[in-house]
């Protein structure tokens, strides 16, 4: 059974910086694409950033802020989060998938429970 646990949320400052952890277990982590999702108070989730092996794909209004990065060996994957603004407060979601680097939420398999993020302004 496929387990995703996030870690590393919090509350911090607008311009500062959090880093997010996502812990995999019963899976071939190397196999599969890891993406971040958020979802904010009565909004849609949306895609932050991915990666497939060595390559990385990231939502526009996150780009040149977060960066995305993983550790095959520790099953991790990572998002480090700089110049966070009020609008980047949400729940952060970790998200383990076998289709091709996907934005799409419903092209991820599991999820894990989510990490709340809150910048103040």
């Known amino acids: 059974q496929v387990q995703l646990v996030e870690s590393g949320g919090g509350l911090v400052q607008a311009g500062g910086s959090l880093r997010l952890s996502c812990a995999a277990s019963?899976?071939?982590?190397?196999?599969?694409?890891m993406g971040w999702f958020r979802q904010a108070p009565g909004k849609e989730r949306e895609f932050v950033a991915g990666?497939?092996?060595?390559?990385?794909y990231y939502g526009g209004s996150v780009k040149g802020r977060f960066t995305i990065s993983r550790d095959n060996a520790k099953n991790t994957v990572y998002l480090q989060m700089n110049s966070l603004k009020p609008e980047d407060t949400a729940v952060y979601y970790c998200?383990?998938?076998?289709?091709?680097?996907?934005?799409?939420?419903?092209?991820?398999?599991?999820w894990g429970h989510g990490t709340q993020v809150t910048v103040s302004s």
């Open positions: 019963g899976l071939t982590f190397s196999n599969y694409n």
């Open positions: 990666i497939r092996w060595s390559t990385t």
């Open positions: 998200a383990a998938g076998r289709r091709s680097l996907s934005t799409t939420v419903n092209d991820y398999d599991d």
